[in-house]
C-alpha cells in the first residue's frame, strides 16, 4: 500500500495528517521570527544557542513525567489541552520587545516546546495501535514528510511574512494555525477504548524505567535514532545567515529560504529511498548522510552553493529518522509506548541540544565549515556503530 491509498483507507491517519500540517504550519512560522528578533537585539552566537535548544529541553527534562501521562490520559482530550498550551505560549511571544526578556522567551519557548512534544509522543503512541509492519513505516514516513512540508513552507512563508511584515504578523498566523488543528482535533474519533489507571502514577514510571531496564537492546535502538538529531542544523543556519549571507540578502530571507530548500530535500528524499531501505542498506545511508554534510562544508561559504549543498543534506534524513523510530516502535510492547517513546524522545532531544550547544560554543574557536565538518564525522562513527551492533 502507499502513501496515497494508506491515507485514503484510514480515516485515523487521513485526520492526524491535518492536524500535524496545521499545528506544525504554525510552529515554523515562529521559529524564523524568534531567530530574527534575536538577531535584531543583537544577541551573541551562545546567547542564540541557548534559546535554540528551549527548543529541546523540555523532552530531556519532563519526559519521564510527561511520557506516563500518554499512557494514563484519553489521548484526544489531553492533546486538545497540549494544543491549547501552544497557542496561549504563542501569543505570549508578543510581549517579547527586547534582549532584556531573553529569559522571558526561553521560558515560554520552554513551556510550548514541552507540549509540542508531548503533542508528538501521544502521535507517535496512537499510530502502533492502528498499524503494524511496512504500514507503520508508512506511516512515519507520511509524518517525516508532512514535518518537512510544513518545515518547507512554514520557514520559507515564514521568512517573507517576517520581511515584508514583521515578526507581529508571523505570530498571527501562528495562532490561526494552531486553532485550526485544535478545531480538527476536535471533531475526530480515534477509536480507541481507554483504559483508567489504577496505580500511583510514579510507579507506573518506576515500570517503564524497569521495562527499559531488562530490555537494554531498546536504548541501542534510542541511542541510533537519536544520532539523527546530530542534524540539528538552526542555530548554525543562523549564524550562517548573521556572518555570512547578511551582505547578500536580508537575515529573515537567509534563514527562511535555507531552512526550506534543506526541508523540501526531507520531504521528497523518501519517495525515492522508502522502497530501497532496509536494515541491511541502513547502513549505508548513515554513511551518504556523513558525505552530504561534508559537501555542504565546502559549499556554504558562498549563500547559492550553499543551498544546493544544504539540498543534498535533507535527501535521507527523514528516512533515517522514519525508519530508526519504527525499529524502536515495533520492539515496544502496547501497554509502555507512551513511556518508552517519550524517554526516546528525551534522548533525541538530548542529541540535538548536545549538536545546538556545540555549535554555538566552538562558534567562538573555529569557522563554521569545520564545525559542520565535525557533524559529518558523527555520522561515519554513526555508520560503524550500527554495523557492529546491528549487522
Do not use: C
Request: hydrophobic share 55%.
Amino acid at each position: 500500500m502507499g502513501y496515497k491509498e494508506l491515507i485514503l483507507n484510514n480515516k485515523i491517519i487521513r485526520q492526524m495528517s491535518l492536524i500535524q500540517i496545521f499545528a506544525y504550519f504554525g510552529a515554523w512560522f515562529s521559529h524564523v521570527a524568534i531567530y530574527t528578533l534575536l538577531v535584531q537585539f543583537g544577541a551573541s552566537a551562545l546567547m542564540i544557542s541557548l534559546v535554540v535548544a528551549m527548543n529541546f529541553l523540555p523532552s530531556i527534562l519532563l519526559s519521564p513525567f510527561l511520557g506516563t501521562l500518554v499512557d494514563r490520559l484519553p489521548l484526544k482530550k489531553f492533546m486538545l489541552i497540549l494544543l491549547s498550551v501552544e497557542v496561549l505560549m504563542t501569543f505570549s511571544f508578543f510581549f517579547i520587545t527586547s534582549l532584556d526578556d531573553i529569559y522571558l522567551l526561553m521560558g515560554l519557548l520552554f513551556i510550548r516546546m514541552a507540549s509540542a512534544s508531548v503533542f508528538f509522543t501521544s502521535e507517535m503512541t496512537l499510530l502502533p495501535k492502528v498499524l503494524d509492519g511496512n504500514l507503520l513505516v508508512k506511516a512515519n514516513e507520511i509524518h517525516s514528510i508532512i514535518w518537512s512540508f510544513t518545515f518547507t513552507a512554514g520557514m520559507a512563508l515564514g521568512g517573507l511574512v517576517v520581511h515584508s511584515f514583521g515578526v507581529q504578523a508571523a505570530f498571527i498566523v501562528d495562532i490561526i494555525f494552531f486553532l485550526i488543528a485544535i478545531v480538527i482535533l476536535y471533531n475526530t474519533n480515534f477509536g480507541i477504548p481507554f483504559t483508567k489507571a489504577t496505580q500511583h502514577i510514579f510507579l507506573d514510571i518506576k515500570d517503564g524505567f524497569n521495562y527499559i531496564k531488562e530490555n537494554k537492546h531498546l536504548l541501542h535502538l534510542m541511542f541510533l535514532h537519536g544520532t539523527v538529531g546530530f542534524t540539528a542544523f538552526d542555530s548554525l543556519v543562523t549564524l550562517l545567515a548573521d556572518y555570512n549571507y547578511k551582505y547578500i540578502i536580508s537575515i529573515p530571507l537567509a534563514i527562511g529560504i535555507t531552512n526550506g530548500i534543506r526541508a523540501f530535500a526531507l520531504m521528497i528524499g523518501p519517495l525515492f529511498i522508502t522502497n530501497w531501505i532496509n536494515k541491511q542498506r541502513l547502513f549505508y545511508l548513515f554513511i551518504a548522510q556523513g558525505i552530504s554534510i561534508f559537501l555542504w562544508s565546502t559549499l556554504q561559504y558562498n549563500f547559492y552553493l550553499g543551498l544546493a549543498g544544504v539540498f543534498f543534506t535533507g535527501l535521507v534524513t527523514t528516512t533515517l529518522w522514519s525508519y530508526t523510530y519504527a525499529m524502536l516502535q515495533e520492539e515496544v510492547d502496547s501497554q509502555f509506548l507512551g513511556r518508552v517513546l517519550s524517554y526516546n524522545e528525551m534522548v533525541f532531544m538530548l542529541m540535538n541540544i548536545i549538536t545546538t550547544m556545540f555549535i554555538g560554543f566552538m562558534a567562538t574557536f573555529v569557522g563554521l565549515g569545520i564545525i559542520t565538518s565535525i557533524l559529518a564525522a558523527a555520522f561515519i562513527l554513526t555508520a560503524i556503530y550500527y554495523r557492529r551492533v546491528f549487522l
